[in-house]
């Protein structure tokens, strides 16, 4: 069993859901864990706030379908190097000392049906990372050996750990789109944590017309991001009447709904020209409703599709990072300590984030 030259603590600190259903956390000491067969132990410095921990700590999401436990450690978006490798782990293709990357998925089973179809993102044995599963807002955590993600020496750790599941899932969401380029793709959403990214993937990987609606207040973030259009909400103009105006009163090839927000539903279907693509990506929370106007002659009379993208998998993680370590794409963050995470979410649960936060787990 390989271990790094560094003092394995036996106690390290996490921060944990104290009261699953209200947004409140606290920083308590825990006890470090002993890989076990096919693990790995990561000592963990940076992790990404992603509003689906937001969803799993309060209990919001109409699917989940078991309550979240009292003291669940949180967390999806951990960067970290490996400390110490258990036993089976020899032709492992990483190694004490490694810098990787802890996932939305932890683990994928590899052996039912999506994973031998290449779609590991929807296993369905699948460990999610924070939920019933230790999470990344931690200093140490386990991971299988065979699904952590190698980190590009050249990316920095504090903008890689958004990547692992706002980067993965918007690149898998484009991927998905059926855009080609110079086609125009709607990202609405596109001043927040993925939707930031989404601009970029976008407009610089993909050479997509973007067009990027959001709160007036984001509007230099979307642009910076490499948006052509920005559409602030609440103006006297519908956005789809804004849209339609933007692209010679056809609509958009593709719009990506990337925010919780079902009154982001209720018009995604009617930006879209004929032959266009709607990616459901944002989860709304509590009751959701139906998609706007996504009914059956609507559908047929403009030829629409309606494709759901749960995350990424490993070769889109991979790919999603490569791309920024070629300096294509930035994430917007800020750092914060570890007890700032409840504060992180009041902001985040009053829409008032913009980019991306970042813990700094040192302590």
């Known amino acids: 069993m390989a271990t790094a030259d560094v003092q394995i603590p036996k106690t390290h600190k996490a921060v944990v859901y104290d009261n699953p259903g209200e947004i409140s956390t606290t920083v308590k000491d825990v006890e470090t864990p002993e890989p076990g ?19 799993v700590m309060t209990c919001t999401w109409a699917g989940l379908p078991y309550p979240t436990p009292k003291d669940q450690v949180g967390g999806h978006e951990g960067i970290g190097k490996i400390v110490k490798m258990g036993p089976g782990t020899e032709k492992a293709n990483v190694k004490v000392g490694d810098r990787v990357g802890i996932k939305w998925l932890a683990n994928a089973c590899g052996g039912c049906p999506p994973c031998l179809q290449g779609h590991d993102g929807v296993c369905f044995n699948q460990s999610i990372s924070g939920y019933y599963y230790p999470g990344t807002f931690q200093q ?7 699904y952590v993600t190698p980190i590009p020496d050249n990316l ?12 993965v899932t918007v690149y898998s969401a484009l991927r998905k789109s059926n855009t080609q380029s110079g086609h125009w793709v709607v990202i609405l959403g596109a001043g927040g944590g993925l939707g930031h990214l989404a601009c970029q993937f976008a407009s610089a990987g993909m050479g997509l017309r973007v067009i990027g609606v959001d709160s007036p207040g984001k509007e230099k973030l979307v642009l910076d991001s490499g948006a052509e259009h920005f ?35 209720a018009e995604a279907c009617d930006m879209l020209r004929f032959g266009g693509r ?12 139906p998609i706007g106007s996504a009914l059956p ?30 300096g294509l794409v930035k994430v917007h963050y800020r750092m914060e300590k570890m007890d700032k995470l409840t504060d992180i979410f009041k902001e985040m649960n009053d829409a008032k984030l913009m980019g991306r936060v970042v813990l700094d787990l040192s302590g």
């Open 297 to 326: 002659q609507f559908m047929i009379a403009k030829e629409l599709t309606i494709i759901g993208v749960a995350v990424g998998d490993r070769q889109d993680a991979i790919e999603a990072l490569d791309f920024a370590a070629r």
């Open 37 to 55: 067969p096919g693990e790995v132990l990561v000592n963990l410095t940076h992790s990404g706030v992603c509003h689906s921990d937001l969803g």
């Open 278 to 289: 709607l990616v459901v990506v944002g989860i709304p929370e509590g009751k959701p409703v």
């Open 231 to 265: 559409i602030g909400l609440g103006g006297e103009k519908s956005t789809t009447e804004q849209v339609k105006a933007l692209t010679d009163g056809l609509g958009a090839h593709a719009v990506l709904v990337l925010t919780a927000a079902n009154a982001a539903y």
């Open 140 to 146: 140490y955590v386990i991971g299988p050996a065979h």
């Open 156 to 167: 920095d750790s504090a903008a890689a750990a958004p990547l692992l599941c706002a980067g």
